[in-house]
Structures are given as structure tokens and as C-alpha cells.
């Protein structure tokens, strides 16, 4: 009995350090993870702070955090494509004529706004089925296809505004007021926070269960539940600090939620697994018998969907579609917020997280420097590097982890 007491606490100080083990394994592997990305925040947070003490106030990250959803939503796309290695560069205007053709069926049209929503939705699913084919059919290699419809659809989204060149939302419409004005009470903001920390206890006490049965080693309950609570408070500071000025936005939680259902799919289905063997090596994951091609498919569908969703998003915001919708630096902070948060350019490598990560990176850039009143000619130079640094850290860690795996 004494020696199943000494063998539980013996588990229990491993599990303990066990995720700290695992990612200083990964990490030597040269697998780094979050790990650059989430340094790269804290320094990126710690000298906008020392240069404006307003940067971390309740009130600039609530509007950090507004203003991070609807491209964040576009990166989430990016992150499914970039992972089978491929690539989209039309995701900005998708995201334009998306926000175009709501619009124009919501105020010139006078359909219910459902109704619009659906329809710019379908129509980004459409695009992306569109793109499958003819990667599939004839061999066209995304970049060539995306950059066609990066032209085609910019001219389209022109063509659909007409000679007015904007359109207005209502202010008072229910979709205005999500993007805008609604946000979470504070005593459902605490309850998504005990949700999330049981939901990460529970979801990790299956996978370790499941590995023991497999005869694996896995994490104890101790360390699950210092995991857990953790997260907690975590969560529950960040719930409570929001909460002095306006708390969180709704928009921002939909795009939380988005996060959490693709960190779902690509970690724990078949498809995820499909989609990450295909990255990885595309005709060894042909050989185990996947069907290359519908993950192809899926994933376009995906990255053009979320670019539909992310425009319809930034409509709402700006409370009005015009020209220059998804226009300027919207493709290229999508891409950038993908790669920032650490889903490798060669495929087979990144998270859902990566997406949410990148784009708070990237808007953490943007609000610091304009809160320092200097100009946006600053602001691309400063993204510029700090993505040429991510792609270097990716490039150094698969070099490490090639040479780590042949030793």
C-alpha cells in the first residue's frame, strides 16, 4: 500500500513537469510552437508600454481585441491552406466582395440580413470549390490560381458597388450592433472562463486516459488540474480587466469560438489528421489511402468561407461596404498573422491558435505605434520584419528538426 502511495506521488511529480518536459523536448526537436510568438507578444506588449502607458489600459485593448476578429478571421483561413503547403492570396478581395454583396442584398435589395449573410457566405464556398477544381483538374498551382481571383474578384466587388462606390449599414441594425456596440456581460464572460477550464480539463483527461489504454505515457490529474486552473485565472484577469471599461465583444468571442471549433477539427478528427499528412508528405499520405484531393477541396472551401465571414465582419465594423473593402493591407496581415503565429510556409505545421496569436501581434504593431503618432509607413516596415523573422525562425527549426531526426 506504502509503495502504491510512493509510486502515485512518483506520477504525479512526473505529470507535474511532464508538459514543461514536452515542450523543452519539442523545443530541442526543433519544434518550437507558440513559444517565438508568444515571446515576440510579451516583448512587443513591455516597450509600447514603456513608450505609451496608455497601450495596455482597459480601453485600447478592448479595441485591440475588436479590431484583431474580422482579419483574424481571414488568417484562420490561411492557416488551413498553409498547412497542405499551398497558399491564397485572393483572401482580401473575397472578403471585399463579401462585404459587397451584403450590402448590396441587405440595404439596396431589403432582404432580411440573414438572408445576406447566407448568401455572401455560400458565395465565399463557392470560390473555394471553385479553386479545388481547378487545382485538382488541371494542375494550376495556387498562387497562380488565388492571384487571378485576387484580380478577378476585385474587379467584381467595383462592378457590384456600382458608380456609388459605398454603401451604408444601418446603425441599428442587429449586425452593426454585434461589430459594434454588444458585448458579453460580465457574469457570462466568467462562466465562458469556468467552461474553458473545465472543457480543457476534461478534454485532457480523455486524451490521457485514452493514451494509457494505448500502454503511453500521459499526464496526471494533478497536472491537468494545475493546467486547468491555470487557464482560469488566466482568463478570469483577463474577463475582470476588459471588464473595467466596456469587457469583451462579442465579435471577438465568435471569433474565439471559430478558433476553438478548427483546433477541434484539425486536432482531434480524421480530416485534421488528413489535412496534416497531406502537408507533411502528399504522396505518402496518397499511399495510406487519403483522398488528397477532397482534402485539397476542403481546405480551399475553408480559407475562401472564413475570408466571406472575416469580410461580412469588417463590413459591420466600418458599418458600411465600399471600395476599398478587403482592400490594402488586409491580404497580406492575414497571410502575415498565419505565418507570425507560427504555421510553417512548407505545410504539415501550425494551429488554429496560430491565427489568433498572429493577428493580436499584428494589431498589438498597428494600435502601439498609432497611439505613438507615428505613420503607418512605419507600422509595414515593422510588420515586414517581424514576419521575416517568423519565417526565419520556421525555416531554422525545420532545418533543425530535419537534422534532429536524421541524427
Not at 133 to 143: D, I, K, Y
Request: proline content about 1%; charged content about 10%; some cysteine.
Amino acid at each position: 500500500m506504502a509503495t502504491d502511495r510512493q509510486d502515485e506521488r512518483l506520477q504525479s511529480r512526473e505529470g507535474l513537469r511532464g508538459a514543461l518536459t514536452d515542450v523543452l523536448d519539442r523545443a530541442r526537436g526543433g519544434d518550437l510552437g507558440v513559444i517565438p510568438v508568444v515571446v515576440g507578444l510579451i516583448v512587443i506588449w513591455s516597450v509600447f508600454q514603456i513608450l505609451n502607458p496608455i497601450f495596455l489600459s482597459s480601453a485600447n485593448l478592448v479595441n485591440l481585441t475588436l479590431e484583431s476578429a474580422a482579419v483574424g478571421v481571414i488568417a484562420l483561413g490561411i492557416v488551413c491552406v498553409l498547412l497542405v503547403g499551398q497558399i491564397d492570396l485572393s483572401v482580401g478581395s473575397v472578403s471585399g466582395l463579401s462585404g459587397a454583396v451584403l450590402a448590396v442584398l441587405f440595404v439596396g435589395q431589403g432582404l432580411p440580413v440573414w438572408l445576406a449573410i447566407a448568401a455572401s457566405v455560400l458565395m465565399g464556398a463557392v470560390i473555394g470549390w471553385i479553386y479545388g477544381q481547378l487545382f485538382n483538374r488541371f494542375g494550376v498551382p495556387s498562387f497562380v490560381i488565388t492571384l487571378a481571383g485576387l484580380l478577378a474578384f476585385l474587379g467584381l466587388q467595383l462592378y457590384v458597388l456600382g458608380t456609388k462606390g459605398s454603401i451604408n449599414l444601418p446603425f441599428d441594425s442587429g449586425l452593426v450592433n454585434f461589430a459594434q456596440l454588444d458585448f458579453v456581460p460580465a457574469w457570462l464572460s466568467y462562466t465562458f472562463a469556468v467552461i474553458a477550464a473545465v472543457w480543457l480539463f476534461a478534454s485532457g483527461y480523455l486524451h490521457a486516459q485514452a493514451r494509457r489504454k494505448a500502454g503511453l505515457s500521459a499526464r496526471s490529474v494533478s497536472a491537468l488540474a494545475v493546467r486547468s486552473v491555470a487557464l482560469l485565472v488566466v482568463l478570469a484577469f483577463v474577463v475582470w480587466y476588459l471588464g473595467q471599461t466596456r469587457g469583451v465583444g462579442w465579435m471577438f468571442v465568435f471569433f474565439v469560438v471559430l478558433v476553438l471549433i478548427m483546433h477541434y477539427l484539425l486536432s482531434r478528427t480524421k480530416w485534421g489528421r488528413a489535412v496534416y499528412a497531406v502537408g507533411g508528405n502528399v504522396e505518402a499520405a496518397r499511399r495510406a489511402g487519403i483522398n488528397v484531393r477532397a482534402i485539397y477541396t476542403s481546405v480551399f472551401v475553408l480559407c475562401s468561407t472564413f475570408a466571406a465571414v472575416g469580410g461580412i465582419l469588417a463590413a459591420a465594423r466600418l458599418a458600411a461596404a465600399n471600395q476599398s473593402s478587403g482592400a490594402g493591407d488586409v491580404n497580406l496581415n492575414a497571410i502575415a498573422a498565419a505565418v507570425i503565429g507560427g504555421t510553417s510556409l512548407f505545410g504539415g505545421r501550425g494551429t488554429a491558435f496560430g491565427a489568433l496569436l498572429g493577428i493580436i501581434v499584428i494589431q498589438s504593431i498597428s494600435s502601439g505605434l498609432t497611439l505613438l503618432n507615428l505613420d503607418s509607413s512605419i507600422r509595414f516596415v515593422v510588420t515586414g520584419a517581424v514576419l521575416l523573422l517568423a519565417v526565419i525562425v520556421d525555416s531554422v527549426s525545420r532545418r533543425s528538426r530535419t537534422s534532429h531526426g536524421r541524427a
